[in-house]
């Protein structure tokens, strides 16, 4: 059992209850149990960064978390919405990605598109959206390309099948590029399935841009016309610089 002087005399033994108080304990297989981490003096690290290593010898310190991983920033359910907006897209993040599961149009047999925003989302694209889509019927192994840019769309579109109610709903993934420079052409690429209100699976692979170089700052989804509602679950990652 190890003793330790204490003031005034006397020894400091495991069964003790004394207080010390800016004593330095030194020597080999020394270990103190059962204490809070309230109770231990250390100095915190900024909002966002973590307790790292140094090296053999040295103490750790807080650093920047690393960086090079997708985290989620919000998550959203539509029911019967007339659009999911996903506002303050910033260099924070080098990349955006969506996954959207179960989005359908209600009621009405109309398209998922995208419209994106320099302002924030006060105001939307309407045109400049040029696009290209491949698809593939499952049931009937065929493909079909096309080119739908280059013609002033005022939207980008995600499909052109048009699910209408739960089961008959497109799932997939939207990449968002290039968003942060007003140089830029903001440009995006992804991959969906969906199965149509006749019961027909498909999917798509589409890719597109801005054609117009102008950094933006939010994404929205509705119905291709903007006057059927929507439902369905969208998530916003955000990729961080390594």
């Given at each position: 059992m190890g003793i330790f002087s204490k003031p005034g005399g006397g020894g400091v033994t495991a069964d003790s209850t004394d207080t010390l108080t800016n004593k330095t304990i030194d020597g080999d297989d020394n270990t103190i149990q059962d204490v809070a981490e309230s109770s231990l003096k250390t100095a915190s690290g900024a909002s966002g960064t973590v307790l790292t290593s140094?090296?053999?010898g040295v103490a750790p310190t807080y650093q920047a978390a690393g960086g090079g991983a997708w985290s989620l920033i919000t998550s959203t359910t539509a029911s019967a919405a007339a659009s999911v907006d996903?506002?303050?897209?910033?260099?924070?993040?080098?990349?955006?990605?969506?996954?959207?599961n179960n989005v359908f149009t209600d009621g009405v047999k109309r398209a998922i598109s995208i419209?994106?925003?320099?302002?924030?989302?006060?105001t939307w694209l309407t045109t400049g959206y040029e696009q290209y889509i491949e698809r593939v019927d499952?049931?009937?192994?065929?493909?079909?390309?096309?080119?739908?840019?280059?013609?002033?769309?005022?939207?980008?579109?995600?499909?052109?099948?048009?699910?209408?109610?739960t089961g008959n709903s497109v799932n997939g993934v939207?990449?968002?590029?290039?968003?942060?420079?007003?140089?830029?052409?903001?440009?995006?690429?992804?991959?969906?399935?969906?199965?149509?209100?006749?019961?027909?699976?498909?999917?798509?692979e589409q890719r597109g841009l801005n054609t117009s170089a102008s950094a933006v700052d939010a994404i929205q989804f509705r119905?291709?016309?903007?006057?059927?509602?929507?439902?369905?679950?969208?998530?916003?990652?955000?990729?961080?610089?390594s």
């Open positions: 140094n090296g053999a996903f506002t303050g897209l910033s260099s924070t993040y080098m990349a955006y990605r969506i996954v959207y419209r994106l925003s320099t302002d924030n989302g006060s499952i049931d009937a192994a065929s493909v079909t390309k096309n080119d739908i840019g280059g013609n002033g769309l005022a939207y980008g579109l995600l499909t052109n099948t048009k699910p209408s109610a939207l990449n968002l590029l290039a968003h942060d420079v007003a140089a830029n052409h903001t440009s995006w690429f992804g991959d969906c399935i969906i199965k149509d209100e006749s019961g027909n699976r498909f999917t798509y119905s291709d016309n903007g006057a059927v509602n929507i439902s369905g679950t969208f998530r916003l990652y955000g990729l961080t610089a």
